[in-house]
Structure formats: structure tokens, C-alpha cells
């Protein structure tokens, strides 16, 4: 059974790290038809020094690595993502104490156990049109996926869960968040936050050379 | 953008460093959170209230630190919530033996900010708990939404929590006090004017030159409808009927009333709205026992005002009679 | 025009019915002269003190009425001194054998018909004095106009003479007192924005999107110059040298410093300004021993605020540090 | 020696109260080129009361006559003129107390006396562009001519002083009043206050058919 080990999850960590501050205004831009406009920047300022950051961080183990990547979140990114990609970082960290590499399971878990965190921490569920909307089915689908998948088959297949995800909530209306003020106005724009997840995953094809042809127009620019 | 401002990313820790200077016996602080405490707290025996929240509704947060009141906040850049380390940080500082009680206006952002440096504190074995005020009638609470909003009422519950905390209440004691504050006050606002945060630099939204905003949010959400500006009777009469069924509150009730200015309305006019509100309370039986005329919690420079109305008891009114002094004062 | 307001020829007599609902045991009024006085005011040997001036800068004059502070005032329509029939009944309704010390800000209308009303009142053998207010440097003192204004400083006068009238002081005394702080005070003002007048329905003067009024009156009468906008640094620097140097003020003086808003200005720029003003007086050596920040002398909802220092002697501090209270309060 | 009684005041006072009345916006309009433009809304305002109560108020004397008149300016005349006429009023009925007719130098006595007032009360002295500036010069000329002129030759040669005041103090800059808050913008208008005077005399001349033909713009419209 394939394994990640810290170094390969500092990789994948640095290369998200690069995905959002290079659409630091375009994920703006989005968070702006129904949001107050923040999105990008608050997480392109967080990502920048964790970025900076993340060679001299504590590597003893990978949750370490991660509860600290969970502090910088907690500090420096602003917003409502501020807590919520914290408490990601933070439940993943939690799940992963001690552990200097993660196997599938072990890492579907930590996934697991982030959205779960995401949940109880800002309250929505399936179908708010937050970024949860990506990642719960991805949970899913890691976990049905561990015992068997290759990591390449597995990003291949949480990349496609996120992408689907973006055209599936684009008509909802927001449930949580700034957008969800504007009542109906939010129908018909996508969710930046799960834009956001799903150009991570697809910048990870990428980089990983996991052959991937992204479906939605955000993803496609 | 007409403001006093250097570079507005230093906008809150400036504006903070002036009012640690002008309550320099009250009050100390800490830069890196924008975060101000009392500086004879915490104690051990007496539970700390804190609160934070977004910058721009001055005087809250900040300035309402002081015996009687807040032992400490911190604020977020203008209209946006707190870093979780800074709610974090400000919990540290003023933890006791006797517990910390967190009082959270009811945004999303500031409730995650909040429930996570809880989390964190609680891991450290930190006696906290958290209080969401939702006092705000224009938004329909719903399964579908954060819920209320708070607003001015905010003012009732620190006001009331910082009285039993100055009188040695437990922790649970005062929990019930915030609760029963917050079960008891509701509140409407309405904007003639949108307002321009200076790292903005535009304002949040449009409004014409003859249209209120009716149910207007404290970072300008949309409230109940867009209407073409009435007189300052018809006005009140709206804020005051929406407050008054939403309770109810009803004929023989004591209460206090509170009309509060958004930041860019005059006293004369706050009072001008005040002298309906006390007579549309009385006429419907009421009694005015306290009231309250200024600016409690605004939005920046917007124009606009909200009513607020508390049901008193005679625990609560014995609250609000407590003394208590602030960085917001006159003398 | 976005304000609150029914008809705008009853602005004025509205909004004092909403200060005599708010302080029912403090006050009361007569609307005819648009005047408010202390309930339990005058007695026979305790001097009255009295001021009436305009509308439209409150909380003076009105809401500056109570204990330790102001005996009665009234006010004239939005900008525009009282008739002096209102005076004359103001001054009678305060009179006691002790005497009748009437505040006066340094503008041709007020103290025309402050002067005539104390001449009606003397002729019916009430004693009473009057003391001109002016500490604005803005305006060059000369022969040839009315001189200094009287602004925010005026705060400071009000409260001297009113701890000293509460502390049994005679007419003569009081008097002495007023010199005293008038001496010692000066004020300077800026503008970033006009204001409307609600009846006239338009602003009194016309101001670019980038620009501010340097030595503004409080009705927007022109300062000394229309500069772009700086900084609030800059700004506040400008505003302190006019003063510092006025007095002078030096190195070794103990001061009250006052940041006052116009009434368009957010807490947040005029903590902001404070900030800036008190680290200014202590690089030059002063102790600032009491300070003010917020609403004090208004220009209807202008943006912009006024600077003011006040030299101390130990007098003067013991009669700011005595209790007052008055309709603008916080809790 | 000619003498004027109460009942011909009375009828000077009411031919006034039409001036001012029918000039209110006029008045106003010129108050507004430097002033504040309230100069013939707040003279009218007061003038209007002053027409309506003059059948009925204490007519035992012109003096007491003429102290009523001053308090019902205290009261409803607006701004610097409520003082100023008030006052011009006030010292002109204590001039004249318990007199039921006046003789003319009696008559020029009683208008020092107002003129003496106004000065005090106001601080202003000739050449600061005030109505004192047509009012000072008319007093020296009723004490001039007292003694020896008719009713009508005095009325024509005061009103030729107002006349001429309006424009010798055009082109001055205004030291008192509103006016003097704008510095130099006040010169080249023409002062409210003088204007009112010369209108009012001028009135008077036609009401009483003195002939006079007025020079300044103002009273030829
Ligand atoms: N309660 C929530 N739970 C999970 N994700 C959320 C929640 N609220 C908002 N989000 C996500 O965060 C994104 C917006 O982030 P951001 O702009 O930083 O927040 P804010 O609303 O505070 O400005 C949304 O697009 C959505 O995907
Ligand atoms: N100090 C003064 N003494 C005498 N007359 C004055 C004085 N100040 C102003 N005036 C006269 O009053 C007129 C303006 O009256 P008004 O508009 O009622 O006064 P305000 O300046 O208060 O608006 C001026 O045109 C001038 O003739
Ligand atoms: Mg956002
Ligand atoms: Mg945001
Ligand atoms: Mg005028
Ligand atoms: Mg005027």
C-alpha cells in the first residue's frame, strides 16, 4: 500500500501555496458577484508566508507540520477562511500526530476529519454552497477509494468530485457566508471557495502529471 | 474618500494607539492583536468579559472596555472579523480561575473566530465559554442563515455582564444574565447613507438620494426593503413597531429605550427620533425606565439610526444602574 | 437632503422635546423660547450659568445643561442666535439674588442679543454679567470685525464656571473663573465636508472632493486656507502648531487636550487624531493631564474636527476633575 | 413750531411695515450676495406682527408705543436685526416717554438716541458698511435742520443722506454683520441694511408725496 511521507506532503502543501497566490485576484474577483470581495486576497496573504514559512517550520512529524501550517491560518489569513481552512489544517494535524508518513487510509481519514471539523465549526451542510460541497463528497470518495487506488488515481477522482462540484452549486443559492446576505442574488454565481479547492486539486494534476481535463469554465481559463 | 487617515492599513492599530493614550491609566494593549484590556485585569476571583468583533463600529468594541464593562477586545480590520489568534490571545490575557465569557454578535465570522481560539483556550485547560447576541428583528431567523445579526443591543448585554461580573458573579451565573439580557432586547436600524471603509477607499453600496435602507446591518446588509425616505416620524413609527410585535413587548412593561446613531447622523436628530420613540412607548403603556441617546454602535460614518428596546427586570435594571466607565465618556 | 426630520421649521422644538423625555428629572423646558433649564435651578445662593447660541453644534448648548455644568440655555434656529426675547426669558428664569453669569460665544448675533437682554433684565434689577467666549485662532483678532470666534473651547468654560458656581462661588469669582479658561484656551478647526442646514435644504458652502478648510467656523465660515486633503498626521500637526504657539503653550505646561468632531467624523479618526495630537504635546515637553475625545461642539454633520489645549493651573484641573452631569452621557 | 403727534407715527410705522413686507424677498436677495441672505425674511417676518398689532397696542404715548414695537422685533425680527431694530426702537421710545406728540428737534433727538444704541450694541462705527453708515449722517442732519425745516423738507433731505450712503459705501468692505466673514467679497454689493433705509424714506417721500427723485440702482427698480 502507497504511502506520503512528510517531505511529500510539504511538496503538495507548497505547490497549493502557489495555486492561490497566483489567482489572488481572480478568486477575488469571484468572492465579489455575491461576497464582500475578500477571499483571495485573505487567503493569498496567508499562503504567502506560510509559503515563506514552511522550510524552517517543524517537520519532526507531519501533524506538527500541519497544527503549525493551522497557526498561520489562524493568524494570517483574514475572514471567515481564516478559521475555516485553520480548523482543516488543524483537525488533519490532529489526526496525523506523531505520523512522519500517512498511508491512503490514514490520509482519506485526516481528510475526513478536517470537513468534519469544517462542519461543526461554521455550521453548514451539504448544499449551502460553501467549499464543503467539495470536499464532503471528496471525503467520501477517498475513503471508498483508499484500500486500492493508486494516489494518481485517487487526485484524478477527487479532482473531478471538486470540478463537478463547481457547476452542481452554481445555481443555489448561498446558505452561510457573506454571500448568503444577498439573498438570491448568489444563484448563478459559482462558490468561490469551492473554485478555490478545485484549482488546487487541478494545479496538482498538473504538477503531478496526473492526466486530468477539467469540465468547468472557472477551471479552464 | 473624506477621512482622517494615514496609510489606512495602519487605520485600527492608529486609532487604538489613541485611545491607549487617552486612558492611560485605564487601559493597556497589544499592537500585534489590536487588542485593549483593563489593566487590573484579570483577577482571580472576578470573571473576565470580553468581546470582539470587525473595526468601524466604534465605540464598540475598543471603547467600551473599562470597570463595569468589557475587560478586554480586540478588533478585526474595519468590517471584517478578528484572526483567530488575536480572539485567542485576548482570552489568554484575561484568563481566571473564575472563567472568561466570550460575548459573540452573532456574524459568521466572528462566531468561527471565536468557537476556534475557544477550542484552543479550552486546550489549555482555560475556563471559557462564549454568549451569542442576535438582538437584531430585521432578518429572519431561519435554519438557512447564521440567523440575527447583533447589534446595539450588544451594548445591554456587556453593560449587564460587566455589573455582575463587577459584583462577583460565577461564570454560569452570568451566562444566564447574558441570556436572559439577550432574550429580552431587540433591535431595528434603518441607513440614509452607505458609508466608505478607508482600505476600501468606495462605499459598500449604493443608495439613492431619496431611499433608506429599512433593516439596514451594521456593515450595510441589505435589511427588510429599499424605500423612498419618509419623515423622522413615519421612520420611527416603523423601527418601533417592527421592535415592539417582535418581543412582544406589551402595555405595563418597564423598559429601556435606546435610539443609537450609525456614526453620521446628529444628536439633534437622534433626539428628535427619541422624543417619538418615548411617546410611541408610552402611548402603548409602557414605561421608559432607562434610555439611552448617542452613538453605541455605528457603521462607520453612515447615516442612519436604530431603535432598541429592553424588557426590564428588576435584576436588569439593577445592571444597568451599576456604575461603570469606559474609554467613551464626555467628562 | 439625508436626514431625519418631520418639518424643518419645528426641527429645533422636536429635538429639545426628545432631550426633556430623555431627562425628565433633569430638565425642563419652555418651547416658545426654545429653552431648557435645570429642574431644581435657580436657588437663591448658588450663581446660575447660561449660555444660548444657535442650533446645530450640540450637544452644546441644551444637552450640555445639568449639574456642574449649565443652569439653562437656548437656542436659535439652525445657525442663528436666539431672539432676544428667548435670552431675556432665559436669564429671568435662571435669576437669583446671587446673579446670573451669561456665557457667550464671540458672535455679533449672540452677543447683540445677550446684550440687550441683560440690558431688559438689569432695568428690571436682575443681576446678571456676561462673558465673551473666543478662543479660535483661526481668525486674526482686529478692530475691524467681531474677532475671535468662539468654539469647542467653549466646553471648557462651561465646565469651570459650572463647578465653581456649584461650589458656592460669587458672580465676581465666576467671572475671574471664565477669564481665566478663555485666556488659556485656543482652539483651531478643520473641514472635509460642508453641512445643510435642515431648512435651508442645502450646504452652506461648496468644497471639492479633495480638499478641506483649515480654520473652519462652526457655522463654515472660512478659515484660513482651502488646501487638498493630507494626511491625518499632517493634519493634526497643522491644527497643533496654530495652537501651541498662539498661547503659547510650552515645554513644562500642564494641559487639557481636546480632539472635538464637527459630526461627520467616525470615534475611530477622532481616537486616530488623538493619538497623533498627544504624542505632539508630549515631544514638546507637555503634560497632558486631562483629555476629551468625541462630539463636542458640532457643525451639523460635518466631516472634520477641532483641536483644542488648555493650559491648567491647579484651579482650573480641581474644577474639570468635579462631577457633572448633563444630557450627553453614555450610560 | 411743527409737531408730529402718535396717530401720525402710528401711520409712518404702518407705511413701513408695507416697505419691508413687500421688499422681503428683494431685501433678502441682496443679503444674499455677501450675508446670509435672511436680511428681508427676518425684517419681514417681524414687520408682518408689527402691522397686524398696531391697531391694538398701547398707543397712551409714542414712547410707550414705541417700546412695544421694540420688543415685538426682540421677538420676532431674526438674526443681527432683531437687536438692532429692537434697539433702534427701544432707545427712540425711552427718548420719547410719555410724550403724546413730538416736536422735530425733539424728533432728531429721539433718532440719536436709537442711532447712540445701535452703535453700542453692535460695535459699529461709520464706514463698516452697516445701515449706520445711511443712519449716523441722517441723525446730524435732522439736528441740523430741527429747528428751522418743515416736516417735508427734512424727510427729502434724509433720504437723499440714505440715498447717497448706498452708493458711497458700495465699493467698502463690510466689518460687521455676516458680510464681514467673506473679506473682500463684500465690496462692489451693496449693503442690505442701507438699502432697507433708503427704501423705507424713500417709501415715505411718495406716501407723504415729498418729491424726491433717488439716485442708486436700489430704489430705482
Ligand atoms: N460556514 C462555512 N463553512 C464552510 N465554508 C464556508 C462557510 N462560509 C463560507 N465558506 C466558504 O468561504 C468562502 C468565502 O471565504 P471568505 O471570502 O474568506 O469569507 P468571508 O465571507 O468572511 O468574506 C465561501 O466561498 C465559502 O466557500
Ligand atoms: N454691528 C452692526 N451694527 C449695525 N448694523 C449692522 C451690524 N451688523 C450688521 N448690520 C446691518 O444688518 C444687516 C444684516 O442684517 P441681517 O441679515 O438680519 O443680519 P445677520 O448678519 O445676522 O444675518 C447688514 O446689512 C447691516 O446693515
Ligand atoms: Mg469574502
Ligand atoms: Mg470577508
Ligand atoms: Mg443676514
Ligand atoms: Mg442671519
Known sequence: MSALDQAQIEEAIDTACDTVIRNEQYFSDLDGLAGDGDFGTSLATGFRIIKKDLPEIDKSAIGAMLLKISMLCSKHVGGSSGPIWGTGFMKAGMASKGKTEVTLPELAEMIGSAVEGIMARGGAKLGDKTLLDALIPMAETMKAMADSATPAEMLRAVTEVADNAIDETRKLVAHRGRASQVGERSANTPDPGIVGVATILNDWCKHYGVDYTPKAAELNR | ?331
Open chain 2, 1 to 331: 474618500m473624506k477621512k482622517f487617515v494615514n496609510d489606512p492599513a495602519n487605520f485600527v492599530p492608529e486609532f487604538m494607539a489613541g485611545v491607549l493614550a487617552a486612558n492611560p491609566d485605564l487601559l493597556e494593549g497589544n499592537v500585534e492583536f489590536q487588542m485593549v484590556k483593563r489593566k487590573d485585569r484579570p483577577v482571580a476571583d472576578k470573571v473576565s468579559i470580553v468581546q470582539g468583533s470587525g473595526s468601524g463600529h466604534e465605540p464598540a468594541h475598543m471603547m467600551a472596555v473599562g470597570p463595569g464593562m468589557l475587560d478586554g477586545a480586540c478588533q478585526g480590520p474595519v468590517f471584517a472579523a478578528p484572526p483567530v489568534d488575536a480572539c485567542y490571545e485576548t482570552i489568554k490575557a484575561l484568563a481566571t480561575p473564575a472563567g472568561v465569557l466570550v460575548l459573540v454578535n452573532n456574524y459568521q465570522g466572528d462566531r468561527m473566530a471565536w468557537d476556534m481560539a475557544c477550542e484552543m483556550a479550552e486546550a489549555e485547560d482555560i475556563k471559557v465559554k462564549q454568549f451569542i447576541i442576535n438582538d437584531d428583528v430585521a432578518v429572519k431567523d431561519s435554519l438557512y442563515t447564521v440567523g440575527r445579526r447583533g447589534v446595539a443591543g450588544n451594548f445591554f448585554v456587556m453593560k449587564a455582564c460587566g455589573a455582575a461580573a463587577a459584583a462577583g458573579k460565577s461564570l454560569d451565573e452570568i451566562l444566564a444574565v447574558a441570556e436572559k439580557v439577550n432574550n429580552n432586547v431587540r433591535t431595528m436600524g434603518v441607513a440614509l447613507t452607505s458609508c466608505t471603509p478607508p482600505a476600501k477607499g468606495t462605499p459598500i453600496f449604493e443608495i439613492g438620494d431619496d431611499e433608506m435602507e429599512v433593516g439596514i446591518g451594521i456593515h450595510g446588509e441589505p435589511g427588510r426593503e429599499r424605500t423612498k425616505i419618509t419623515n423622522a416620524d413615519a421612520i420611527t413609527e416603523t423601527l418601533f413597531d417592527a421592535v415592539a410585535v417582535d418581543l412582544p413587548f406589551a402595555s405595563g412593561d418597564r423598559i429601556a429605550l435606546m435610539i443609537n446613531g450609525l456614526g453620521g447622523t446628529t444628536p439633534a436628530e437622534l433626539y428628535l427620533l427619541y422624543g417619538k420613540a418615548h411617546s410611541l412607548a408610552e402611548g402603548k403603556g409602557m414605561t421608559v425606565a432607562k434610555n439611552y441617546v448617542g452613538e453605541y454602535c455605528t457603521s462607520l460614518e453612515m447615516a442612519g439610526a436604530s431603535l432598541t428596546m429592553l424588557k426590564l427586570d428588576a435584576e436588569i435594571e439593577g445592571y444597568l444602574n451599576a456604575p461603570a466607565e469606559i474609554a467613551a465618556r464626555v467628562f
